[in-house]
């Protein structure tokens, strides 16, 4: 091989590495986006002016986005195993989870795993001060998980991913830290909404609003300390 072609050929090696790289599509990261796979992929969808935000323009469906940053890009964006429709087509998914009124069809047994008797896999448990727990959703209610517990792992819809532009906690994402111990109910998620479940959910006593106004949980401010889970 004669020096001119080695030449060439570094200065090319080196000229495709320094290209910067195309970002994956939407489809690449979360392939039940890939429309070419159902024959009309929004029917049975009610669509609206937001396309450009939420699957079909329709909310229930959850964003176009997904994430793709610290520390939702592990729990349900790029990085993820969460698929949100399961395989199937939107319309599909939306006939198969919800009632006539359109409304997302939750679980029995407070979505409880079910043990080899039929009953509810809860338990009584203490979080003691310095536990991390999160939430996809807002804090009127009254479910939490471990801190970092992947999506698909929680059996929700995809709609508790869809947050308005410009919200202050985006995909609905909250992280707080217990301040005072807490007696909570908690055990192992049912499988729900194409989803695999078996994360562990906790039931708290109160919303998380009123656990925050009385001192038990703080929240975490994600913006200033996005690594907060490796600590």
């Known amino acids: 091989m004669s020096l001119s072609t080695i030449l060439t050929a570094i200065v090319l090696a080196m000229a495709a590495k320094a290209a910067p790289q195309a970002e994956p599509s939407e489809e690449a990261r979360d392939p ?13 969808t009610k ?22 940053g610290l520390p939702l890009s592990g729990i349900a964006g790029s990085d993820s195993t969460y698929h949100r429709f399961g395989g199937l087509c939107p319309g599909e998914f939306l006939a198969r989870w919800t009632d006539p009124s359109g409304s997302y069809v939750y679980p029995a047994f407070d979505g409880y795993q079910l043990t080899a008797m039929g009953e509810p896999a809860m338990s009584d448990f203490t979080l003691p001060v310095g536990t991390f727990l999160d939430r996809f959703g807002s804090e009127y209610g009254k479910y939490m998980s471990p801190a970092g517990t992947p999506y698909a792992q929680r059996s929700l819809p995809p709609t508790n991913l869809a947050a308005d532009p410009g919200a202050e906690y985006p995909y609905n ?15 192992p998620i049912a499988s729900w909404f194409e989803q695999q479940g078996l994360g562990v959910q906790f039931l708290m006593p109160s919303t998380v609003m009123e656990l925050v106004d009385q001192g038990f949980l703080s929240r975490v401010n994600l913006t200033a300390d996005p690594n ?3 600590k």
């Open 32 to 44: 039940d986006l890939t429309m070419s796979r159902c024959n009309d992929y929004c029917s049975g």
């Open 47 to 68: 669509g609206s002016s937001e396309r450009s935000l939420f699957v079909c323009g329709d909310r229930r469906l959850g964003p176009v986005t997904i994430p793709t």
């Open 173 to 187: 994402y909250h992280v707080y830290i217990v301040s005072r111990s807490l007696s909570v109910q908690g055990g």
């Open 228 to 230: 907060w889970k490796k």
